[in-house]
Structures are given as C-alpha cells and as structure tokens.
C-alpha cells in the first residue's frame, strides 16, 4: 500500500487484482444491480489510488480499509439512487394527483398493519427478531447474525422459513 500511496503503477495493479473481486462481491451485494456494481467497483478502486496516501496499517488491514471505501460508496449509490427515485415520485404525485378517500385508505393500511403485526406474531421468536431487524432497521443477513449472535446459516434457514410463513398468513399468492 505505501507503494501505491508513492504512484507505483505495479504496485497498484497487484493490488488491484488481489482485491477487486472482493470490492465487487460486496458492492454488488449492497446495490444488488450489475451494472451498477461494476461501476461503483471502478469508483472505489480510484479512490483506492486516489486515497493511498490515507491508509494507516495500525487502524487495520488493507482489506478492511478497501472495504470500508467499497461499502460506503455501495451505500451512496444506493441512497442517491433512492432519493432521485423518490424526487421522480414526488414529482409525479403532484402532476398526477387524483382524488381518493383518505378515511378508507387510512383504514385499509391499519387493516393491513394489524395483519402484519398479528402475523408477526405467528413466528417464532429467532424468526421474528430477524425479520424485524433486516426489513423494519435495514440489517443485512450478516449484520442480523451478528446482532442476534446467531450464526449466519441460522438466521439465512430463520429469515426465509419466517417470511414463507408471513407470506402464507397474508394470504399472498406467488
């Protein structure tokens, strides 16, 4: 890395080899779009040669630093891909306003609230806090585990057994 952070172009290409996988499994695992990976892949390894200098070895390894960089570019890309969908929905919700009864579409989503919760409640307790964490605070299966200190397969089998079992409580058809 001190060699990269020096403009060493060899350097660099090692570096870049023994590491791009890793940036795009984890970047295309956050935007969970190829495309999009692919680039946000390219960005982060810029920045990798661009930031070189920035790198301390006694706050962690290369790979945890390149990670670092990877995932909050993944993240970025994520929220600006959010907020330019939510600008264009907004949008056009004010060209495209059509009139509608309040009070019945506020009873159908407590409706559809009550369900959820009631249904929630049918699983069990490993499944309920998994789902909860990944879908209500955004947690990723690894994140999950971590915080549950439960294993990863654990909570993957957990997480998918519960949402069969919410899906078939909602009565949603595949």
């Given at each position: 890395m001190a060699q990269v952070a020096c403009g060493d172009k060899d350097a660099f290409s090692r570096l870049y080899d023994a590491v791009t996988s890793m940036v795009f499994g984890l970047v295309v695992r956050v935007v969970r779009d190829r495309a999009q990976?692919?680039?946000?892949?390219?960005?982060?390894?810029?920045?990798?040669?661009?930031?070189?200098?920035?790198?301390?070895?006694?706050?962690?390894?290369?790979?945890?630093?390149?990670?670092?960089?990877?995932?909050?570019?993944?993240?970025?890309?994520?929220?600006?891909?959010?907020?330019?969908?939510?600008?264009?929905?907004?949008?056009?919700?004010r060209e495209n306003t059509r009139p509608?009864?309040?009070?019945a579409e506020h009873v159908e989503t407590r409706l559809e609230s009550e369900q959820v919760r009631r249904c929630l409640q049918g699983l069990t307790e490993l499944q309920r806090q998994a789902v909860t964490l990944a879908y209500y605070q955004g947690l990723t299966y690894r994140e999950v585990a971590e915080t549950l200190k439960t294993p990863l397969p654990t909570i993957k089998t957990r997480m998918r057994d519960g949402l069969i079992r919410l899906r078939d409580c909602m009565g949603v058809t595949t």
């Open positions: 990976s692919e680039e946000v892949t390219q960005e982060v390894m810029i920045d990798v040669w661009r930031q070189a200098a920035r790198y301390r070895p006694d706050q962690g390894s290369v790979m945890t630093w390149i990670a670092m960089l990877a995932h909050r570019r993944a993240v970025d890309r994520v929220r600006s891909a959010q907020a330019a969908a939510n600008r264009d929905h907004d949008h056009g919700l509608y009864d309040e009070v």
